[in-house]
């Protein structure tokens, strides 16, 4: 998708608000001549923004527009999205974890050392296996049921929505730890947020309600 020029926006929203419209319309509305635009109104016609109908006008293409949108919203940064880790420590027993899981209404908690630096990740299914399987929860930790380091899919900060939305479906996961490292040879990572298949999903509706 190619960056458009200021006066190539110009034109998409003189077309999204008047379309159909003539290029002669456009040319008027910009103050300029009808010759000056031709090459700006190429370039939008064959990138797909806009349409032209001969003796109709230019017309906005909503398909390309909903995905410049979404491309927008992809590539900004996990930063300014994550939220509040929902944590307990290692030594916390399984029972106490559902218990969590439903106070703050998560699907995911993660672990952690003493250090704050993530040790695992404990999901609804390793929960409901470990009920499944054991009678005494109340003395059963999460340090045994966990995902543990170094097998946990993390994402930092500056890394994209795209990237974390990859990362959830490539590996089948419904969150992601997003994580400073502090030490990468033995897997230190420090909890600063995390990010979800709803948290992305609901930036998005709210972005695009917002165009
Ligand atoms: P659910 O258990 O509700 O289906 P997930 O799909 O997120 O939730 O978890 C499936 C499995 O993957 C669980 O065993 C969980 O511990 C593990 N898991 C979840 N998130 C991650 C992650 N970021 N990295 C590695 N493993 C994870």
Redesign the pocket.
Known sequence: MIKLTKRQDEILQIVKENGPITGKEIAEKLSVTRAALRPDLAILTMSGSLDARPRVGYFFNDKLEVKRQAKKFIQQKVSDFKAHPIVVEKSTSVYNAIVQLFLEDV??LYAVDTEGNLA??????????AALGNKNLQELPVSV???RMP????INSEETLLEAAK??IN???????VVKEVNHKNNTYLLLGRITKTTITKSYLEFMEEK
Request: proline fraction near 4%; aromatic fraction near 4%.
């Open positions: 699907g995911t695992g990740v404990i999901s609804r299914k390793d929960l409901l296996r049921i966990m995902t097998n946990i899919i993390t990362k959830m590996f089948h996961i419904d969150s992601l730890p």
